[in-house]
């Protein structure tokens, strides 16, 4: 049965405005966690008890819209480990953010991000609301304030950067403000900003292009610095860059908009620093790279362009979104692929290939990483998959490109 938050958007807003009252960076201080060691102790004890009780609640995230769905959540996971294994940090802080950033989209499960112009209660308060629920009836290993704190950072992950007024599908109009991440003396409240950053290394990096791509499968809303814009599949494809882009954005300025935010600048990277500034950077040149070979005037080096977009479509039900709604979406992107005009898919071959060799280079050392932790911590029944299995390059489409250059 549907909580009742989600039907009534008045009980769904008002129960987020009661969590960011509760809010404090004060709680942070009622965290266990005293150590590295506690953070991943805790944290992965809690992450897993979290994804079981989800599976006991019947939230299934094979089904969320691909883009958003088991693709994201398993790069999420490997990110955030990745990222906080090493950051020099508050344990504190860092316990909040591990688990902030593995479950930060899980309100996609029950919310639809393509309708989110006409909602204030969105995907980021579905998701922290989702979680008290779970709360409410297992712990999951934290206490009151750890639990608090999770939800709140799970809530204010979309970094909202201004009051925004929505008319929501009541009718009623609602004022959105951005969530407070900064303390009483104005330093950043690591727990939140953690797990923005996790958020962000899924936005470019191996996997950015495909990612993306998947959500064209259907005309849609997104969201832009200036607002919501309508992404329409042919017109989004147009293979061009402009520096002042008009009117909805093309994939490409959609992918530079992105790679231009992954920098120590107002407003998204002020407060990045140590692995983040590694990570961010690295992924970053792998998006610029996708957008410099789309744009590029050398010949296609690959022999046969039809094995490219067989592997390009396997590629994207087998490890961007590896669901059988994956699959699905993939196969009616390809159709609607070849209908572009020969110029925009020759153009796309080439960012195609890119993504896919940067995605071979990511994945293999991201399975060398997950072969030095616990091997608890990515196969257990409590989660939604073999974690290797779903990050490892799939056979499927491997074989298909060349590998060697």
Not at 359 to 380: E, K, Q, T
Request: with cysteine.
């Amino acid at each position: 049965m549907e909580p009742n938050w989600l039907t009534d958007e008045a009980e769904g807003w008002q129960r987020i405005q009661e969590l960011r009252e509760v809010f404090s960076a004060k709680m942070f201080e009622n965290v266990r966690a005293g150590s590295r060691t506690d953070v991943f102790v805790f944290g992965m004890h809690a992450t897993l008890q979290i994804f079981a009780a989800l599976k006991n609640a019947k939230v299934d995230v094979t089904q969320i819209q691909p883009g958003h769905g088991l693709g994201h959540l398993v790069r999420d996971y490997v990110n955030a480990l990745r990222l906080f294994s090493k950051l020099e940090a508050s344990p504190k802080q860092l316990f909040v953010a591990l688990i902030g950033g593995i479950f930060h989209d899980i309100g996609c499960a029950v919310v639809d991000r393509r309708v989110e112009s006409k909602k204030a209660v969105r995907h980021a308060e579905a998701g922290a609301l989702l979680l008290l629920d779970l709360f409410a009836a297992d712990s999951c290993g934290m206490n009151s304030d750890e639990q608090l704190l999770v939800a709140y950072t799970v809530a204010a992950h979309t970094h909202c950067l201004k009051t925004q007024t929505v008319v929501c599908g009541d009718g009623e109009s609602r004022e959105v403000v951005p969530y407070k991440d900064l303390d009483d003396d104005g330093k950043p409240i690591l727990g939140v900003w953690g797990t923005r950053w996790t958020d962000r290394l899924d936005t470019n990096g191996p996997a950015y292009l495909g990612r993306h791509y998947m959500t064209l499968v259907e005309d849609h809303e997104d969201f832009q610095e200036e607002g919501y814009f309508v992404l329409k599949y042919k017109e989004h494809m147009r293979p061009i860059l402009r520096d002042k882009p008009e009117g909805a954005r093309t994939m490409l300025e959609h992918m530079q908009m992105f790679a231009n935010s992954q920098a120590t600048k107002p407003p998204y990277g002020l407060h990045d620093f140590g692995t983040m500034v590694e990570l961010r950077d690295a992924y970053r040149v792998m998006l610029e790279n996708v957008i410099a070979a789309v744009l590029s005037d050398e010949l296609f080096v690959v022999r046969n362009e039809d094995k490219i977009w067989l592997a390009w479509e396997r590629f994207l039900g087998s490890n961007v979104e590896p669901t059988e709604k994956g699959r699905l979406v993939a196969a009616k992107l390809g159709k609607m692929f070849v209908e572009l005009d020969d110029d925009s898919k020759q153009k796309w071959m080439r960012g195609f290939y890119a993504c896919m060799k940067n995605y071979i280079r990511w994945a293999n050392d991201a399975v060398n990483f997950l072969g030095m932790l616990p091997r608890d911590w990515h196969d257990n029944s409590a989660l939604p998959c073999d974690i290797v299995s779903a990050i490892a390059p799939s056979y499927l489409w491997r074989g298909l490109i060349d590998t060697r250059s």
